[in-house]
């Protein structure tokens, strides 16, 4: 298969896998999606170029309007509300992960740039849903938005560099 057709495929193919992702709630005190661990496997799985790419596809598929967002939901007034700049965070943690992997080589600067973006991920969103929201009070806004996900976005960090490596390693193999 011709090398650019593939890479285009896999680039849109991860655009879905992180749609689905979102798709997928975890109930428990404070619900949360698979999202990120769509994110951090795209990233493992494409490299942090492509990876970024798919990730901004994603972005520009729900602010098109298509339901590609948690509960079903797509549109600019996904993006324009409270929690849309922890969607937008995800680019500069993407950025993050891109830069790491042009400036650093192994698997544990990986992960660790990966734990650093989604703390870019985080900054960002809660900034923007202080902004948006208008609600008051750092603490208040991060045991809202940041502190009831930090352990299951670690959670999802991890399985996704595992199954990342995983999939890499098939994907390698069946290239020979």
Request: with cysteine.
């Amino acid at each position: 298969m011709n090398k650019k057709i593939l890479s285009i495929t896999e680039t849109a193919l991860m655009s879905a896998v992180i749609a689905v992702c979102a798709f997928v709630t975890v109930p428990s005190a404070v619900p949360f999606t698979l999202q990120t661990f769509g994110i951090f496997l795209a990233l493992r799985i494409l490299g942090a170029a492509k990876g970024t790419v798919s990730v901004i596809i994603y972005i520009a598929a729900g602010a098109a309007g298509l339901p590609v967002f948690s509960g079903f939901r797509g549109g600019v007034s996904v993006i324009a509300g409270p929690t849309g700049g922890y969607i937008l965070g995800f680019i500069p943690l993407c950025l993050v992960y891109l830069a790491a992997q042009k400036l650093t080589k192994g698997k544990a600067a990986e992960v660790c740039a990966l734990a650093a973006g989604l703390f870019v991920c985080y900054a960002f969103g809660t900034l923007w849903f202080a902004a948006v929201s208008g609600q008051k009070g750092i603490i208040h806004i991060l045991s809202l938005c940041v502190f009831p996900f930090i352990i299951p976005d670690a959670v999802k960090l991890a399985l996704a560099v595992i199954a990342g490596d995983r999939i890499k390693k098939l994907k390698n193999r069946n290239k020979s």
